[in-house]
T-cell receptor, first 113, second 110 residues
């Protein structure tokens, strides 16, 4: 069965600092992996996705994530945090390409001035 | 381009009442989903549909029903509202490509 674990329900960084949000997954088949962002009182927006091919995936707003099969990880990074990055971030896994997507519990990112 | 539209945005129900959460998408997506979001729990899949006339249960279907008579619409029905159904509900849709488009959500209090 597939599952997702996001390490840290809250992460706080200073503006300009590296953002690292951790995600580990389990899947019985090669997975599709996603990161979504949710701003207050809004729906989720797809940030980036891994399907096949290149393991380093670039997304919107300067975020990227690397699929590491040996570590079953898909951590999200951004070199320099901006105040506008403050939001909740969800890692998700799907064995079927889209539907039956399993979401992690979410990590709320705080950015300090 | 509206994307995924959910109505209403907020609703308060008494225990035992029923209601329908509406969801419509204008992207001609075959796949549609209903999730509920509870604090610290992420999103849980309630029901999904792979096309008009085809629906299936997700992780937490009890207490809910869905129908999909058209490609565009995917309403979620609560028949006998219970306090455990207090949540934020999200409708989403997707094409064959992985990754979904989400609506703005409906905040329901029972």
């Amino acid at each position: 069965a597939q599952s997702v674990t996001q390490l840290g329900s809250h992460v706080s960084v200073s503006e300009g600092a590296l953002v690292l949000l951790r995600c580990n997954y389990s899947s019985s088949v090669p997975p599709y992996l996603f990161w979504y962002v949710q701003y207050p009182n809004q729906g989720l927006q797809l940030l980036l996705k891994y399907t096949t091919g290149a393991t380093l995936v670039k997304g919107i707003n300067g975020f990227e994530a690397e699929f590491k099969k040996s570590e079953t990880s898909f951590h999200l990074t951004k070199p320099s945090a901006h105040m506008s990055d403050a939001a909740e971030y969800f890692c998700a896994v799907s064995e079927t390409g889209g539907f039956k997507t399993i979401f992690g519990a979410g990590t709320r990112l705080f950015v300090k001035a | 381009n509206a994307g995924v539209t959910q109505t209403p945005k907020f609703r308060i129900l008494k225990i035992g009442q029923s209601m329908t959460l509406q969801c419509a998408q204008d992207m001609n997506h075959n796949y549609m989903y209903w999730y509920r979001q509870d604090p610290g729990m992420g999103l849980k899949l309630i029901y999904y549909s792979v096309g008009a006339g085809i629906t299936d249960k997700g992780e937490v279907p009890n207490g809910y029903n869905v129908s999909r008579s058209t490609t565009e619409d995917f309403p979620l029905r609560l028949e006998l509202a219970a306090p455990s159904q207090t949540s934020v509900y999200f409708c989403a849709s997707s094409s064959q490509a992985p990754g979904a488009f989400f609506g703005q959500g409906t905040r329901l209090t029972v």
